[in-house]
């Protein structure tokens, strides 16, 4: 099993900036791509930002030039520097990790808890 905690979530004002945190635990796995994603009430969750076992990164339109997304990779962490927010950018986080078990080479998908990310205007 991996295991994602998240933290770093809260309430910032438009303009304002916060950084989230996703720590693995992953006895036995291999993580490859990690990422966060975001829901809106009655909104699909969507991908924000994504970055790979070898460091590519990926990110939503929407967030291109304020949201930076990075990963310690000796502690399993990555983060996402979250700058100039806007009240759309509310929503509960995500993260994100797809890895692969050692022994048998599967590939699984975890998700951690979720962390509430507030924008006022």
């Known amino acids: 099993q991996v295991q994602l905690v998240e933290s770093g979530g809260g309430l910032v004002q438009a303009g304002g900036s916060l950084r989230l945190s996703c720590a693995a635990s992953a006895n036995a796995f291999s993580i490859n791509t990690m990422g966060w994603y975001r829901q809106a009430p009655g909104k699909q969750r969507e991908l924000v930002a994504d970055?790979?076992?070898?460091?590519?990164?990926n990110y939503a339109d929407s967030v291109k030039g304020r949201f930076t997304i990075s990963r310690d990779f000796a502690k399993n962490t990555v983060y996402l520097q979250m700058n100039s927010l806007k009240p759309e950018d509310t929503a509960a986080y995500f993260c994100?990790?797809?890895?692969?078990?050692?022994?048998?080479?599967?590939?699984?998908?975890?998700w951690g808890q979720g962390t509430q990310v507030t924008v006022s205007s």
């Open positions: 994100n990790a797809q890895a692969r078990r050692l022994t048998t080479l599967r590939q699984y998908q975890y």
């Open positions: 970055i790979t076992s070898g460091g590519s990164t």
